[in-house]
DNA sequence: AATGACGGCAACCGCGAAAGA
DNA sequence: TTCTTTCGCGGTTGCCGTCAT
């Protein structure tokens, strides 16, 4: 047997909000509050709606904080380190974002940020049809450990940085089960060394300690290397993040489908 | 002008967590 | 401790406007 129905669901309006009704709630929960009771709410409100449609249309509409349109570069950027690190917890997202809801955040994702980024990555992927274009560059100097109040903006993931770094020395040595899926060496080493077979795609750095690229943002990563693995524009599974909490904004290598 | 495809977004659904009796 | 109720969340749906044919 089911679990019963938080509403008569015959006697509650559904569908889009008027803006009659939405005046209703906004007045009700202004002068009110909710009460601590989204259930009993739209009674008192005068409103045929569900509880839950009332709290849904309050926090993703109504709320006098709520931020309208676009998104900024900024807020990509936050939405997707953020993604990059604990997946899609859109409400911890949300949170970063003052006056975004978590819905809007979703909905933004779905529909325009992760094709972008997709897009961006299969761009990088031409690397896979001119291998010519891998080559040793210099190493940049290491940008400032920023604050932790910055760290998010410090957090670039323009797609162009994973092309940055310096290819580096990989080991082909896995440990994991899945397949797609090898582990870095030593980053000391920034010389470029040939890769066997295609490039699938390219690794970000969740690990932490010595190298000057190694940004730790939050409590330092797991010891050990921990890798994100980006293939061919899609992000393998596990889940993205899993493995470490830290992260840094560049890659560490590129990769190699190996299948074992 | 009509129609279909597509994209964006508001809203719904159902589940697990939290709170309280 | 157990059960019930409510909340909060993420996934999904479906409506509506826009664009292409």
């Known amino acids: 047997m089911g679990r019963a129905p938080c509403c008569d669901k015959a006697n509650v309006k559904r569908g ?32 045929k709606r569900c509880g839950k449609s009332c709290r849904l249309r309050w926090l993703n509409y109504l709320r006098p904080d709520i931020k309208h349109g676009g998104f900024t570069e900024e807020e990509d950027n936050i939405i997707c380190s953020l993604y990059n690190s604990i997946g ?15 819905n809007d955040v979703k909905n933004y994702w779905n529909t325009k940020l992760k094709k ?39 957090i670039n993931i323009d797609p162009s940085m994973f092309v940055v770094d310096p290819f580096q020395e990989m080991s082909g040595t896995n440990s994991s089960s899945q397949n797609n899926s090898c582990t870095s060496s030593s980053r000391s080493n920034n010389s470029y060394v040939a890769w066997p077979g295609e490039i699938d795609g390219l690794l970000m750095d969740f690990s932490f300690g010595s ?7 939050s409590n330092g990563g797991y010891g050990g290397v921990q890798e994100k693995v980006i293939v061919g524009g899609e992000v393998s599974p596990p889940n993205l993040g899993v493995w470490g909490n830290s992260i840094d904004n560049n890659s560490q290598g590129i990769y190699e489908s190996v299948t074992y």
């Open 16 to 47: 889009p909000w008027s803006p009659d009704e939405d005046i209703a709630l906004k007045t009700y929960l202004e002068k009110h509050g909710t009460g601590g009771n989204w259930i009993a709410l739209p009674h008192k409100a005068g409103l």
């Open 88 to 102: 899609s917890r859109w409400s911890v997202i949300a949170s970063q974002l003052p006056g975004r809801t978590d």
């Open 116 to 154: 972008k980024i997709l897009a961006s990555l299969a761009n990088n992927n031409q690397i896979q049809q001119n291998p010519s274009l891998i080559t040793p560059i210099d190493v940049p100097p290491p940008p400032a450990l920023p604050s932790n109040n910055a760290m998010f903006n410090a």
């Open 211 to 217: 190298s000057p690229y190694d940004h730790v943002f």
